[in-house]
């Protein structure tokens, strides 16, 4: 049965088969190039080690929802290992190594990389078909609210076609949602007779078992991936604890849905949380430590004074060829919403024609016509993000946290998203987690989706989390993935 928490398993077997197979395949090169085993406590040597696991990192190469792809999965690896022999050749010839040691001379470095490919391609198509195996058997059971839960299913089941759910509800719940869907039959169940399947509206070719959860205790006895809880009401709870307890004890996971979807999908939609669960949930402790914050705030301004130093000379030429490209100014400035609602005025490298918004204010569209064709170039590298390096500077921003939105759409974006404002309780970013896992965001249900990934972060926040976002960002720039 699988666990939800696999994919981080897989992710790490496939970085440790990866440190593994690099050792091994620079042993074989020597061997067969120099007829002796190479040395271990080479420094250079794990420096070439920590490149390639990088590169593959870059090139998604430890992203879980590709391994099932072999097309897309073999695409992506022969562009990291390409790039990352490419950065590693160029960075022998500029540091004068070639040829000064074994490791970077004599063909090692191609045998190694040869052998190295046949071993990446391999470890993920071991790893695919063990992921698309263990998918076979997800079941989840789900207690709770019907409407909400079959919305959540829906959402998994797009993912993860092969997994099987069972709710359970009150009969109430259970009558009202029959009497919804056009498509419905019943179905004798082993369990219970009374359980039924219905078709799924946005899955039509796949069904979902419902039963009341006064049987709790006959579903209990089967297997399950996990246990999802949603709305259930105190008393109701207080019924099948034990039931619970039972079952945590043989080992099943037991989620609600918004912890569910944090250990799955790293994000927390707003419309899985409530109060009570704002109040008793673990993490957040940027919020709770301020030594955690004044850290943050310490490392933000020096690393964008650094920044800045090594960026200045691409900045002038940025500069030059925004002001031969189009009219206009330079730079753009916008006031945006910060820390605890208080709006500051953001800087940015002008992208789009001087009068962008002539005919009011309106979101960015993809491929936008008001984008200039230096812009383009700016956004997609995310060049233009540059001068906010001044407002991390200023203290209005931080390198990494939620996108500032503008007051404008925030006055529409609190009426339609529940816990909206809970993205400033931390200083917005210039990069963050919602921007390297969503696209960018151009409507209100963008925006929902992009306050799921900024929950998540604001509540795992870590130095860690802060030093991946970095990571992804750099790939985003690399492959020109921004907007």
């Known amino acids: 049965m699988s666990s939800p928490i696999f994919p981080r398993v897989f992710t790490w077997l496939l970085f440790i088969s990866d440190f593994i197979g690099l050792i091994l395949c620079f042993n074989l090169a020597f061997v067969l190039r120099l007829e002796q085993f190479l040395d271990l406590r080479s420094p250079l040597l794990y420096g070439l080690i920590i490149i390639y696991l990088l590169g593959l990192y870059i090139s998604d190469g430890y992203k879980f929802s590709k391994l099932g792809s072999q097309f897309r999965l073999f695409d992506q690896l022969m562009l990291g290992i390409l790039a990352t022999v490419t950065a590693i050749t160029a960075l022998i010839y500029l540091t004068g190594l070639w040829g000064s040691q074994p490791l970077v001379g004599r063909g090692i470095l191609l045998i190694s990389v040869i052998f190295f490919t046949i071993w990446v391609i391999a470890s993920r198509t071991i790893v695919g078909k063990w992921i698309n195996k263990s998918q076979e058997y997800s079941r989840f059971l789900i207690l709770g609210s019907s409407n909400k839960a079959l919305s959540f299913r829906d959402k998994y089941q797009l993912q993860q076609r092969t997994a099987q759910f069972v709710l359970l509800t009150d009969n109430q719940e259970k009558g009202s949602l029959l009497h919804q869907q056009h498509y419905w039959q019943n179905s004798y169940n082993n369990q219970t007779a009374l359980a039924t399947e219905i078709k799924s509206p946005v899955l039509a070719d796949h069904r979902i078992t419902i039963d009341s959860i006064d049987n709790l205790h006959r579903w209990c006895k089967q297997s399950w991936s996990g246990i999802l809880i949603d709305d259930i009401s105190h008393n109701l709870l207080e019924k099948i604890v034990r039931n619970l ?191 390297v896992c969503y696209p960018y965001g151009a409507s209100v249900e963008d925006a929902y989706q992009k306050l799921a990934y900024d929950l998540y972060y604001i509540k795992n926040y870590s130095l860690g989390l802060d030093f991946v976002i970095a990571l992804k960002t750099f790939r985003v720039i690399i492959l020109g993935k921004g907007r």
């Not at 109060?275 to 690393?303: E, M, N, R, Y």
């Not at 918004?357 to 060049?383: A, C, F, H, N, S």
């Not at 390096?389 to 925030?410: A, H, Q, T, Y």
């Open 245 to 435: 307890m039972t079952m945590r004890l043989k080992g099943i996971y037991i989620y609600n849905l918004a912890d569910f979807c944090e250990q799955v999908w790293h994000k927390i939609p707003p419309a899985y949380i409530k109060d009570d669960w704002v109040a008793f949930a673990s993490g957040f402790s940027i919020l709770h430590h301020p030594v955690h914050a004044k850290l943050k705030q310490t490392l933000d301004v020096a690393i964008a004074f650094c920044l800045l130093g090594l960026t200045f000379p691409l900045m002038i030429i940025v500069a030059i060829a925004i002001k031969l490209d189009s009219p206009g100014s330079i730079f753009y400035s916008q006031v945006r919403t910060g820390l605890n609602g208080q709006q500051f005025r953001v800087y940015k490298f002008r992208s789009m024609q001087q009068d962008a918004e002539k005919m009011g204010l309106q979101w960015t569209k993809k491929r936008d016509p008001r984008i200039t064709r230096v812009g383009y170039v700016l956004r997609v590298t995310r060049i233009d993000e540059l001068p906010q390096l001044w407002n991390v500077i200023k203290g209005n921003m931080s390198l990494i946290g939620p996108r500032p939105e503008r007051p404008e759409f925030d006055l529409d974006l609190r009426r339609e998203i529940p816990y909206y404002d809970l993205r400033y309780l931390v200083k917005p970013g210039i990069t963050g987690w919602a921007q």
